[in-house]
């Protein structure tokens, strides 16, 4: 059987799915949360069955923008409502 019009037709779409795919998806780049004595009471607490909207408020004591300040180009601002740190920075294994 040869590979006629409409079968490359849809090769080609096929092939296109699969790159956008791959190109949205991409490695885990954001930071994790470290694991260390700062961080090790999240940790923790998510090991205890706490949710991440649990912990998110406590990362302020520290992260507030002022003790310490976040990248420029940072895509949370403090100020702007309760900031959901753990729905971007998973907590490492
Ligand atoms: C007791 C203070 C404290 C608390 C509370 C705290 N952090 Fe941190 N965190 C630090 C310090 C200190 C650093 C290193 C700061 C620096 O690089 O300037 C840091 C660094 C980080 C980093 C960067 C790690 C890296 O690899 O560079 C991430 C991500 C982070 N914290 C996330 C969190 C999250 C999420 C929470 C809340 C669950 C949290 N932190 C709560 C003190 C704290
Ligand atoms: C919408 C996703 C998102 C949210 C919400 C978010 N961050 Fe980030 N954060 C990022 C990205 C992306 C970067 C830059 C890439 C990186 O370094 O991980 C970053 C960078 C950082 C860094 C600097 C890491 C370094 O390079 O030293 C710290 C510290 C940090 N975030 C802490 C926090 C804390 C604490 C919160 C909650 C108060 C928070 N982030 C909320 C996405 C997010």
């Known amino acids: 059987m040869a590979i006629g019009k ?16 791959v190109l949205i998806s991409g490695p885990e780049k954001t930071k994790r949360v470290p694991k260390n004595p700062d961080h090790q009471r999240f940790h923790d607490m998510i090991k205890a069955g706490k949710t991440k909207k649990e ?6 004591e520290c992260h507030d923008g002022v003790k310490i300040t976040f990248p420029a180009d ?7 409502g309760p900031m959901r740190c753990l729905f971007c920075h998973k907590i490492s294994k």
């Open 74 to 80: 940072h895509p949370a601002k403090p100020g702007a």
């Open 55 to 60: 912990v998110d408020p406590h990362c302020a």
């Open 6 to 21: 409409r079968d490359w037709l849809f090769i080609g779409i096929v092939a296109a799915v699969i790159a956008i795919f």
